[in-house]
């Protein structure tokens, strides 16, 4: 299967990505499989550290993210 180089990029997939594939009621679907955080000790508190590269890694606005998690609920 060829996925066209633009789309490619935007999903941030590079060379090795791994993609999971279903099928729902419109078609198929592919869904890039992100690598889970690595957990580390610092002090007596356990962190989750990211394991993709910075330039990997999407770009979240939290501030939005918690806005939208507000408005949620009464």
Do not use: H, N
Request: aromatic share 2%; hydrophobic share 40%.
């Amino acid at each position: 299967m060829v996925i066209p180089a633009a789309i490619r990029e935007r999903a941030g997939l590079g060379p090795g990505a791994e993609v999971e594939i279903t099928e729902d009621e419109v078609g198929i679907r592919l869904q890039r499989v992100a690598t889970g955080p690595r957990l580390v000790k610092i002090g007596r508190r356990t962190v989750a550290r990211p394991t993709a590269p910075a330039g990997e890694r999407p770009r979240i606005d939290i501030a939005a993210v918690v806005e939208g998690e507000r408005s949620r609920w009464p």
